[in-house]
């Protein structure tokens, strides 16, 4: 097969499901850290006690994920919130007792400043993760466009997420599906702290495209 071939060939073999299978909290961890950990290691570091923190508590329910197609291992996932919660979970209580309250109180704070509260009809995605191994060949997109597909089933009207500026590849995969910058907040005060300077908040509407099918979680 030609490179790009083989590229759709695996995306359609990846099997696309809403919800977190009972068992891969440690796969999905580790996807969200290999992402984010630059920008959570503040927050929920150092790697290994953040990983472990992020899998004790996820919500199962605000998540899509990729699995082979033997569904043994999950290889990308998109998490969203919706409703008051979240794929990645844990607040106060959750902290505190998982890094005590010295080390605790601090690490709230850092959570506070990543906190996105979606408007009425919004559903907010707080990430998108796909397996090195597995990039370029189409999860990414195929996960965005269940995330909308979902957000429309909840009469959202649109869908609202979050990039920064130390993330262009990310931004160009949102264009690509109909996202548009709507804002960018400078944000110099969080550079030394998590490697980002700015963060630019885009917007597309909620909905499918044709022609995906999707497999609901049973």
């Not at 990729?66 to 999950?74: C, M, Q």
């Not at 990310?170 to 907040?185: N, Q």
């Amino acid at each position: 097969m030609e490179p790009a071939a083989e590229s759709e060939a695996e995306s359609a073999a990846v099997v696309i499901r809403r919800g977190v299978p009972r068992g891969a909290e440690a796969q999905v961890a580790e996807l969200y850290w290999e992402a984010f950990g630059r920008k959570l290691g503040a927050a929920l570091g150092p790697p290994e006690r953040g990983r472990d923190f992020i899998a004790a508590h996820l919500h199962h329910d605000r998540g899509v994920v990729a699995l082979t197609p033997g569904g043994d291992r999950v290889v990308g996932v998109a998490g969203y919130r919706l409703g008051g919660r979240a794929l990645t979970g844990g607040g106060l209580r959750e902290v505190l007792g998982s890094y005590g309250p010295f080390r605790g109180l601090p690490r709230l704070a850092v959570l506070a400043l990543l906190e996105r509260t979606p408007e009425p009809g919004e559903l907010v995605m707080d990430g998108i993760a796909v397996d090195p191994a597995h990039r370029g060949t189409g999860i990414g997109s195929r996960l965005l466009t269940e995330v909308a597909a979902l957000a429309a089933e909840h009469r959202c009207t649109r869908v609202r997420l979050d990039v920064i500026d130390v993330n262009p590849r990310a931004r160009a995969l949102y264009e690509r599906h109909g996202f548009s910058a709507v804002r960018t907040e400078q944000t110099p005060y969080l550079k030394r702290l998590m490697g980002f300077g700015a963060v630019t908040t885009m917007h597309r509407a909620a909905g499918a495209r044709p022609g995906h099918t999707r497999e609901q979680q049973r």
